[in-house]
């Protein structure tokens, strides 16, 4: 059973850096792409960027472009989210998630996509 365990979060000054950590386990991941998604307090799940793991060909949603970068470990099955020049609109919980064999960037974005999720892990940024 695959699983996914987020760490990292935390609180943190507007325009400071967090990096979140997604260790993953129980599949073969060559195959899958890894997402990263958030919620912020009343609000829908949002995409913020994935990772196709076999070629690390990423994607961001535009809120987080040049601010985020997705990367991976191969050797220890776990994808990161280095976040910089946070703000306050960035505050959330943030989700890694799994979704094997999804290769259209169409699709990417899509949270019903995604096959497996982690527990979440709360970013809060102050003004």
């Known amino acids: 059973q695959v699983q996914l365990v987020e760490s990292g979060g935390g609180l943190v000054q507007a325009g400071g850096s967090l990096r979140l950590s997604c260790a993953a386990s129980g599949g073969t991941f060559s195959s899958y792409t890894m997402g990263w998604f958030r919620q912020a307090s009343g609000k829908e799940r949002a995409f913020v960027g994935a990772i196709r793991w076999s070629v690390g060909i990423t994607y961001y949603a535009d809120s987080v472009k040049g601010r985020f970068t997705i990367s991976r470990d191969n050797a220890k099955n776990t994808v990161f989210l280095q976040m910089d020049s946070l703000k306050p609109e960035d505050t959330a919980v943030y989700y890694c998630?799994?979704?094997?064999?999804?290769?259209?960037?169409?699709?990417?974005?899509?949270?019903?996509?995604?096959?497996?999720w982690g527990q979440g892990v709360q970013v809060t940024v102050s003004s």
């Open positions: 998630a799994a979704a094997p064999n999804l290769y259209n960037a169409y699709d990417v974005p899509r949270v019903r996509r995604y096959d497996y």
